[in-house]
């Protein structure tokens, strides 16, 4: 058996920080931002909210998208850099507000190639006979890791949530394939020293900022556009597919600049290239699941079309999937 996707479902904070805003905390314009990312506003949580009720949404509208109750779900994947708590798992939290009792849940973190990981993984265990149906989502609280004195970040993160309902079918449907990739030798490109065991949270470290996201932008986006270029034509290669095969490709929502970029490498249409950064701005692992359920929502993906997802963050992490949906 292969695995299909059968719902689909987001979820973005109401609470809308504009680049008007951002000029109020740093040197910086809505033009320049306009000119050098195509990011208008970005979505964000209110302080202390919890990763687990943004997913516990979004997995509700799929679930209701797909007409599965929540006992149905067998396993639950959460793709975060930014969990609840350092433990139990986001995913529990989800598990337990949606009373997904017979589910087994965990996270995942690949960063912004956090949704593209966690749907290669369910897909492999449904593949496996380790459940029937999953939920994966791609889910983020970036705003709590983003240094809002740095200007060279801050104007790009926003929060949100996707998710997708994960179902049993046969061969030749559904997920296609997954090709995941990752070099652990260009980790300080994206990192965040503070927190974890190298680091641990001190009142020093807060007051040092490295409990904050460090990007070095331009060498990040360079990686960016030719990674997920390449990851996107292995998956066209080896399902024997061209890129006007695809009826729509949805890469990760980092930069417009980047995003052109690698669609015109590629050869597609721009009509055929799902954007929606300018009101989201980057959501790491949710970028590509919330377009993915904008996408559906807007009639732009109908039964049966070829799409193409692509993710590509820290670690550094990149990733494809195509799909027949
Ligand atoms: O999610 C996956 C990983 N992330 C990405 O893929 C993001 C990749 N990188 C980027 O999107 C871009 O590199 C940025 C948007 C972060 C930066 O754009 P850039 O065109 O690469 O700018 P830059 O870093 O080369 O900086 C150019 C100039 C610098 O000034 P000087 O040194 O030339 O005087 C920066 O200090 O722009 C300055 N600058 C800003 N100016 C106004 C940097 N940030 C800002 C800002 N407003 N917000």
Redesign the pocket.
């Known amino acids: 058996m292969a695995s299909k996707i059968v719902g689909l479902g987001m979820y973005a904070p109401p609470k809308k920080m504009t680049n008007q805003d951002l000029e109020k905390l ?4 809505d033009s ?2 306009m000119e ?2 195509g990011i208008k506003s970005r979505r964000i949580a209110e302080l202390g909210a919890a990763n687990s009720d943004m997913g516990f949404l979004a997995s509700q509208k799929a679930l209701a998208d797909a007409g599965v109750r929540a006992e149905d779900i067998d396993l639950i994947v959460v793709g975060t850099c930014t969990p609840d708590m350092p433990l139990p798992s986001t995913a529990c939290f989800i598990q337990k507000k949606l009373g997904a009792r017979n589910a087994f849940a965990l996270d995942l973190n690949a960063a ?1 190639s956090g949704f593209i990981y966690a749907l290669s993984v369910a897909d492999a265990l449904i593949r496996a006979g380790r459940g029937r149906k999953a939920l994966v989502l791609g889910s983020e609280i970036l705003s709590s890791v983003t240094d809002y004195t740095d ?3 801050c ?2 993160f926003g929060d949100g949530s996707g998710a997708v309902v994960l179902a049993e079918c046969p061969e030749g449907d559904g997920v296609l394939s997954c090709h995941l990739h990752s070099d652990g030798n260009l980790w300080e490109l ?1 990192h965040c020293p503070g927190g974890g065991t190298v680091n641990p949270l001190t009142p020093d470290l807060i007051s040092r900022r490295m409990i904050y996201i460090r ?1 070095q ?2 060498e ?2 360079k990686h ?1 556009v030719t990674k997920m270029v390449d990851v996107a034509q292995k998956a066209l290669a080896h399902n024997g597919c061209t890129i006007d095969d695809v009826a729509l490709f949805i890469p ?1 929502q ?2 417009l ?2 995003v052109s970029a690698v669609g015109k490498r590629l050869g597609v249409t721009p009509d055929r290239v799902f954007v929606n950064l300018e009101r989201y701005g ?1 959501t ?1 692992a949710a970028s590509v699941p919330i377009a993915l359920a904008e996408a559906k929502a807007q009639g732009r993906i109908r039964p049966g079309d070829l799409v193409l997802l692509v993710a ?3 670690g550094l992490t990149w990733g494809s999937a195509l799909i027949r949906m």
């Open positions: 740093v040197e910086t314009s320049w931002i050098r990312t912004c200007r060279a970040t104007i790009l994206i990007m932008g331009n990040t986006f960016a990760h980092a930069n600049r980047i980057n790491s590509f963050g820290a």
